[in-house]
């Protein structure tokens, strides 16, 4: 088994001992841990650079490295004056750490003169409130950052110094274990990820009896996202409430809501299904998505329209019109999904998104995407989508897709997002997609508080919200 090895700014071999993960699951709400151990293998101080991914919406509480025997804390400060701080600490021949968000909101930390044989540890904690999937919700933590197409600093903005280069047979150790507490206890826990074994403890400070721990049941590798699933739900909201730590006059409530939206009839579907024929697609993630497309023909009924493309390098439609739903189509559509190979070379997604909107065929359509997300060119995307009037409702796939993309590419134009990793039934995802896409959806959405509450600040509600959406 090959040793994993990090390399620093100068080329020097970094050895990553291991990676530990340890969260805690109350209600909606996850707290995670994270520890990673370096070593200095090099006879020389080093400079050490390292980006590494969080899940969507998660907000980083704390950062700490334990460095030369010190304990260094991060400050949150302006980015030029954390820069010239690091910059003149190093100079000075002191350790010092930096810790930036790139464009697509992953991190970067620089630490700075980690001495030749010395170890340094790197501990941070964040907190997330877990994605809804109607009637279950997902835990996903991010544990690698793939290849993406593109220059990471012309297309993705990032500083030269934090472009990633990745190795993709590198072989890094990964740990991870998550005490559940509260009413998830009595769900159905279960990974399509990794496998696990699940222990049930006693409860600590609540009047519950139980709590639920889980952890991995073989040796793992930072080699694809760990993905947590809980289904079969008690309830479709939940709260929590708590005590204001920094103002003893103030509570903190965080609250769910699952609407429901009747209407007549379900809408018919006009939809332009555009798929990732790219090389980052080989393998399990075009096999995936030939069962998503064989999902989604299942699903179309004889009043919806539709229209079948791909791309990679470039983009290839099947029809240059929405098709009916007939017998004649629906053979065509199916011989087309049996021969799909992830041949078409790099991500051009900007490209394919604009000539699948130029498809002719209904005055409003909406846009299926089933791909892994994994380009740097991201704000031409998000632009060109946003400009288009159409939403779009997202399939990622893969072990480790590029999540903060597709959700905002969802979100930003009314749609939706669903995940599958390899090995996970594709069906569900998608009848959970196009359940939003023929209902109704809620835009502009508010909350009217009684006159008597004074409220000092509340998180916004999503953009659009579709029935059975929490």
Same mark, same amino acid.
């Not at 290849?147 to 993705?156: C, E, K, S």
């Given at each position: ?29 996850l707290?995670?841990s ?23 919406h ?28 690091y ?26 003169n ?6 340094? /540890? /790197? ?5 997330? /409130? ?27 903005? @990032?500083?030269?110094h ?41 409860? =600590?400070?609540?009047?519950?009896s139980?709590?639920?721990? =889980? ?36 509570g ?16 018919p ?28 023909l ?12 791909? @791309? ?12 009916? =739903? ?66 779009? @409702? ?77």
């Amino acid at each position: 088994m090959r040793t994993a090895i990090c390399e620093t700014l100068q080329g020097e071999s970094l050895a990553l001992d291991s990676v530990r993960a340890q969260g805690t699951v109350v209600g909606r709400m996850l707290e995670m841990s994270l520890e990673q151990k370096f070593r200095n293998t090099e006879p020389a101080n080093v400079e050490v650079v390292y980006t590494f991914p969080l899940p969507w919406h998660a907000v980083l509480l704390g950062l700490e490295v334990e460095l030369n025997g010190e304990t260094l804390h991060g400050v949150v400060k302006a980015k030029g004056a954390a820069r010239a701080e690091y910059e003149e600490a190093l100079s000075e021949g002191h350790s010092g750490i930096l810790v930036t968000v790139n464009p697509d909101r992953s991190y970067t930390l620089e630490l700075g003169n980690l001495m030749a044989g010395e170890s340094c /540890v /790197v501990r941070l904690r964040y907190v997330q /409130v877990l994605q809804p999937e109607q009637g279950s919700l997902r835990l996903m933590l991010p544990t690698t950052i793939a290849p993406r197409y593109g220059d990471a600093v012309r297309d993705g903005g @990032f500083e030269p110094h934090a472009a990633q280069e990745v190795c993709a047979t590198a072989e890094y150790p990964f740990n991870i274990e998550i005490n559940i507490q509260g009413e998830l206890v009595q769900a159905q826990i279960g990974s399509p990820s990794h496998r696990i074994t699940t222990r049930t403890l006693s409860g =600590v400070g609540t009047n519950a009896s139980l709590q639920t721990q =889980v952890k991995l049941a073989d040796r793992a590798w930072l080699d694809r996202d760990f993905v947590l699933v809980f289904s079969e739900l008690l309830h479709s909201s939940q709260g929590l409430a708590t005590w204001d730590r920094l103002n003893e006059e103030c509570g903190v409530v965080m609250a769910s809501f699952t609407p429901k939206l009747t209407a007549s009839s379900s809408k018919p579907a006009s939809v332009k299904v555009l798929v990732d024929c790219s090389g980052s697609m080989n393998g399990d993630s075009i096999q995936a998505a030939r069962s998503a497309l064989q999902s989604i023909l299942s699903t179309l009924n004889a009043d919806d329209r539709f229209s079948l493309s791909r @791309f990679g390098s470039s983009v290839e439609h099947r029809s240059k019109a929405l098709w009916k =739903v007939a017998p004649a189509s629906m053979a065509s559509a199916q011989r087309w999904v049996q021969t799909l190979e992830a041949d078409l070379g790099g991500t051009e997604m900007n490209d394919a998104i604009l000539s699948t909107l130029a498809i002719p065929g209904a005055e409003r359509s909406d846009v299926l995407l089933i791909t892994d997300g994994e380009i740097h060119s991201i704000d031409p995307v998000l632009k060109s989508a946003k400009q288009s009037g159409h939403r779009f @409702f997202v399939v990622g796939i893969g072990s480790a897709v590029a999540e903060g993309l597709l959700r905002r590419l969802a979100e930003d134009t009314g749609g939706s997002c669903e995940f599958v990793v390899a090995g996970e039934q594709v069906s569900p995802a998608i009848q959970r997609l196009f359940h939003r896409l023929r209902s109704l959806s809620v835009q502009q959405a508010r909350i009217e508080w009684p006159e008597n509450y004074a409220i000092h600040a509340t998180s916004e509600l999503p953009a659009g919200i579709f029935d059975g959406d929490e």
